[in-house]
């Protein structure tokens, strides 16, 4: 199947600070979707992005479909923003979800 | 407009019991997903409902879990019978239609927390 790797693993940042946490996926998908999940397990979908560029507030993602990785970026970071990030990619007619292995963000005042 | 409700929250059993999950979506939406997340990992899909037909159950381990969706609305998902290694959380997310290129936001519910002792 399909493997998706996201980097870094762990991130610290104070708060204020701006950062990209990247994407990468083996094979062709249909979409791709940032989330974030906060502390208290709830995912929320950020960006619907297959390819291009959103911006959303402080946040904005971009995908390179053809180079297979997408990149958010976090600006002026707050420490609502700490939690976990994960990208998913849909496969397939129906699109079948897999979800990357996420990174672990930690804003600290 | 409510969002995907789950229930129970939180479950713990002893391994060998069964256990089962429900999930009630967002209204109107045709696709229902069930995840496993493990932690420290990301969420894994289950099996994915399009109205009240199975679309993907690949990654379902179908000797001890099973999934329904009556009527195209509601869904259960049962574990039976249950292992230490089901310990995780079970999310359901809900999406208006999936399929033919559509992009279609899913939406996620609080998930149920299983402990199996």
């Known amino acids: 199947g399909i493997q998706v790797e996201q980097s870094p693993p762990d991130l610290i940042l104070q708060e204020g600070a701006n950062s990209t946490l990247r994407c990468n996926f083996s094979d062709s998908v249909n979409n791709l979707q940032w989330f974030h999940q906060n502390p208290w397990g709830q995912l929320i979908n950020l960006f619907y992005?297959?390819?291009g560029t959103k911006q959303n507030g402080r946040l904005s993602a971009t995908t390179v479909a053809t180079e297979r990785y997408s990149l958010l970026y976090i600006s002026s970071s707050q420490t609502t923003d700490s939690g976990v990030y994960f990208c998913?990619?849909?496969?397939?007619?129906?699109?079948?979800?897999?979800f990357g292995t996420g990174t672990k963000l930690q804003v600290i005042p | 407009e409510a969002g995907v409700a789950q229930s129970p929250r939180y479950k713990i059993i002893e391994k060998r019991q069964s256990v089962a999950f429900w999930c009630n979506p967002i209204s109107g939406h045709a696709t229902l997903y069930w995840y496993q997340q493990i932690l420290g990992q990301g969420p894994k899909l289950l099996i994915q409902?399009?109205?009240?037909?199975?679309?993907?159950d690949s990654q379902l381990p179908k000797d001890r879990f099973s999934a329904e969706r009556l009527k195209g609305v509601d869904s259960t998902l049962k574990i039976q019978p249950a292992k230490l290694e089901d310990s995780a959380v079970y999310l359901c997310a809900s999406s208006l239609e999936s399929g033919r290129g559509r992009q279609d936001t899913q939406y996620f519910g609080p998930g149920t927390r299983l402990t199996v002792l």
């Open positions: 998913a990619v849909e496969r397939g007619g129906y699109q079948k979800v897999t």
């Open positions: 409902f399009q109205n009240n037909g199975v679309v993907d």
């Open positions: 992005i297959p390819s």
